[in-house]
């Protein structure tokens, strides 16, 4: 079981948009999924639907597909 201040940072880190899904997993061992269901039981739901539009965005680069277009659209 997490401690309240590993969950905040958990939190913190999914909000982040530079911060991908591996970095949350190498540093909590909590997978994509893992991440989703602690977000949706800390917060509220229409914050959690905000952030799930968020990471499914061009803004987040949480996923490594979205990491590597960003790299080829900025060194162009």
Do not use: C
């Amino acid at each position: 079981m997490l401690a309240p201040e590993d969950i905040s940072r958990i939190i913190e880190m999914a909000w982040e948009d530079r911060t991908s899904f591996e970095a949350i997993k190498q540093q909590y061992g909590y997978v994509e999924s893992d991440v989703v269901a602690l977000m949706r039981r800390e917060m509220k739901p229409s914050s959690f639907k905000m952030w799930r539009k968020r990471v499914h965005t061009r803004i987040s680069i949480k996923h490594p597909k979205k990491r590597n277009q960003e790299f080829e659209i900025d060194s162009y």
